[in-house]
């Protein structure tokens, strides 16, 4: 076995000469890719061989000494669980679990965390149950994927085993209860139900079910009971918003967020009482993780942007779903930063589409995208793409409220020092620096004897982390005039943090 592996490995170090001044990283680079891709025609092999032992034999010894022997006999046992040999794949399992049962946990949950394919996240699910049948998150999870694709038995079995072990989350009993109503099992339903209300007696979903329940059953005082009590819940709940103000002065608009790690699409309102969360939509980002940096490397960008048109009909090829909304990619920002490449959509498609399995675009099925329209609003509405979830500190918000009223007021009174001060350091725009802008408004302001700004419509926007610092953009309807010129348009401030306040670092007229 040490004689394949020299082999293995003098071919694939030979295979990357030939090419000069390339450093050795780039060679051991190039050797673990042509590594991983062999290990992968070994499971391809495998998989249409499963009698060849002197294959598996190879296989193995090679995976154990590059990963260990947990990790290679967790892989051989997935891989028998593909080609359906459920029996051997257990016994190998049964076997690292006796010999490491931490490490064994730990893979399988490494693994279970990296994977991409629902068919192959249902797999390494079941594998784990064999090992772990009482962890409660595992059948939780599993019963998810079952009823996402659309094998309602099986969510149903999946999910009453988590909760028998101790899986109380309100979205269990909805989802459970729910496919229980799907299957004409009433009685079950209304007690999972009544369950979850347990826990959560102000869950709106469950309470919006069980009154559907009543009205499939034809029980209609019940019913009559359980739809006062949304009534009276969603009155509440408005009571709540009015109380708990926390941005006054917002005029209420909505944006949507991705969210590369959890690969799901939230659609926010915020409004005076602060963030409110419409829906949750799984979705598909790029096929390579991190920021886009150039064309073609399939990774969706990280930061703001606008939707500015959409496209439908006969012009959209068929594969973009429904309907397709570029996005303002690449932006200020982007240009600044010498990120290139063009074409980043959020649209549909007619097929289940993975995690990670766009080339760079926001992609979401077209039962979602139709949810998705309804709040969409060309060049008005923006899509904020980052790597984790979104974090909004509403003081934040008031401090880049500020801003634009000294930014505003700055501008009104003509004083250029008071105007320049809301402008950060590293201030670039229209081809200009803090200096060169500076002395342009300047110039400017002698012709002129008065100015008044309005500005209406106020987004205020997460904008991420970038080599530029922490960011946020505020987008407004913009109303100049002035002793000898007026205008209207739309207009984006890109915001900087320094030291816990917020500077204008570029702007753009829309």
Known sequence: M?????????????????IENISFFSHAYKARKYLNRSLEEYRIAIKNNPGDKKLIEEYVGILTSIKGEVPAKIEFAIILA???????????????????????????????????????????YELALKGFPDNGEYWYQLGRLYLGMNNIDGGIKALEKAYINNIKEPELFYYLSNALFQRGNYKEAELYINEGLKIAEDNAELR?????????????????????????LSKVEKTKEKVTEVLPGITPYKFFYVSKQKQELY???????????????????????????????????????????KIEGPSLPTKYGIAAYPLNYPNLIDRRLQRDGDGIWLHGTPIARAPYNSEGCVVVNDSDLHKLMEHIVVRKT????????????????????????????????????????????????????????????????????????????IQILPYGKTPLGNMMLAFFKQKYFSDNFSSTGYKILYLVERESRWYIIGEEML
């Open 2 to 18: 040490k004689k394949v592996l020299l082999i293995i490995s003098v071919l694939l170090l030979t295979s990357c000469r030939g």
């Open 82 to 124: 593909e080609i359906g040999l459920s029996d051997e794949s257990e016994k190998i399992l049964m076997e690292s679990l006796l010999g490491d049962r931490e490490t064994t946990e730990k893979y399988l949950d490494s693994r279970i965390n990296e994977v991409k394919s629902i068919s192959d996240r249902v797999i390494l």
């Open 208 to 232: 919006r079910l069980k009154y559907a329940l009543y009205v499939k059953q034809k029980k209609v005082e019940l019913a009559k009971l359980e739809e006062e009590k949304i009534e009276q």
């Open 267 to 309: 659609i926010y309102e915020i409004s005076s009482t602060g963030l409110k969360t419409l829906a949750t939509i799984p979705c598909s980002t790029g096929k390579n993780k991190g920021p886009k940096i150039q064309k073609g490397d399939e990774r969706t960008p990280n930061g703001t942007y606008l939707i500015s048109s």
């Open 382 to 457: 923006f899509v904020s793409i980052g790597e984790e979830d979104i974090k909004i500190a509403y003081e934040e918000f008031k401090k880049a409220m500020e801003l634009l009223k000294l930014w505003k007021n700055g501008w009104e009174s003509l004083d250029i020092e008071k105007y320049i001060a809301v402008y950060d350091e590293m201030f670039y725009s229209g081809g200009r620096d803090k200096k060169q802008y500076k002395a342009y408004k300047e110039n400017i302001n002698k012709k002129k004897k008065q100015i008044k700004v309005e500005i209406s419509d």
